[in-house]
T-cell receptor
Framework: QQQVKQSPQSLIVQKGGIPIINCAYE??????FPWYQQFPGKGPALLIA?????SEKKEGRFTISFNKSAKQFSLHIMDSQPGDSATYFC??????????FGAGTRLTVKP | DSGVTQTPKHLITATGQRVTLRCSPR?????VYWYQQSLDQGLQFLIQ???????AKGNILERFSAQQFPDLHSELNLSSLELGDSALYFC?????????????FGPGTRLLVL
């Protein structure tokens, strides 16, 4: 059932570190790859998204790297802060229907 | 605040019962999605509606049903509830449910089946 595999399950970094979360997908029809951030007790919120026609997208401290041939994409968080501590989900969809989510990565940024 | 509202926030019920979860999308959004989030299954897409019509179906059980009303709010009906249905249920909305749109998630309804 799961078509998007996400790793690691949890990640602890020091403030200022660069956590990297990786995702791999199976379905080559996927054409939209968003990352969501979820704080406890809240719904997921879109962080950044990429289409397969670009290899990298940067928004503020967040960067997605995309490797179409390997069917992998990753999220890098530059200069991480304690406020970035949250659960991060990668996702993939085709035509915005039936979005498939990774299992999530719980990130802790220590002060 | 995403602009998507969900009620109730919490729901406790017994096995075999039926509940209705309600969602109001962001103003102007025509498409509504329902997701289930549980510890063992993660975030699972259930169903999508666009302007009152079902557009896509995911892992929605036959005991579950949904609809979107003319005012665009949506309801998810869960019946013959089982312990395993305990989860967070999220509603999301987007402008027209096409590729590459941002889906805005509501705060969720936490369902506990005892």
């Amino acid at each position: 059932q799961q078509q998007v595999k996400q790793s690691p399950q949890s990640l602890i970094v020091q403030k200022g570190g660069i956590p990297i979360i990786n995702c791999a997908y199976e379905n080559t029809a996927f054409d939209y790859f968003p990352w969501y951030q979820q704080f406890p007790g809240k719904g997921p919120a879109l962080l950044i998204a990429i289409r397969p026609d670009v290899s990298e997208k940067k928004e503020g401290r967040f960067t997605i790297s995309f490797n179409k041939s390997a069917k992998q994409f990753s999220l890098h968080i530059m200069d991480s802060q304690p406020g970035d501590s949250a659960t991060y989900f990668c996702a993939a969809s085709y035509n915005n229907n039936d979005m498939r989510f990774g299992a999530g990565t719980r990130l802790t940024v220590k002060p | 605040d995403s602009g998507v509202t969900q009620t109730p926030k919490h729901l406790i019920t017994a096995t075999g019962q039926r509940v209705t979860l309600r969602c109001s999308p962001r103003s102007g959004d025509l498409s509504v999605y329902w997701y289930q989030q549980s510890l063992d299954q993660g975030l699972q897409f259930l169903i999508q509606y666009y302007n009152g019509e079902e557009r896509a179906k995911g892992n929605i059980l036959e005991r579950f049903s949904a609809q979107q009303f003319p005012d665009l709010h949506s309801e998810l009906n869960l019946s013959s509830l089982e312990l395993g249905d305990s989860a967070l249920y999220f509603c999301a909305s987007s402008v027209d449910g096409l590729g590459g749109e941002t889906q805005y998630f509501g705060p969720g309804t936490r369902l506990l089946v005892l």
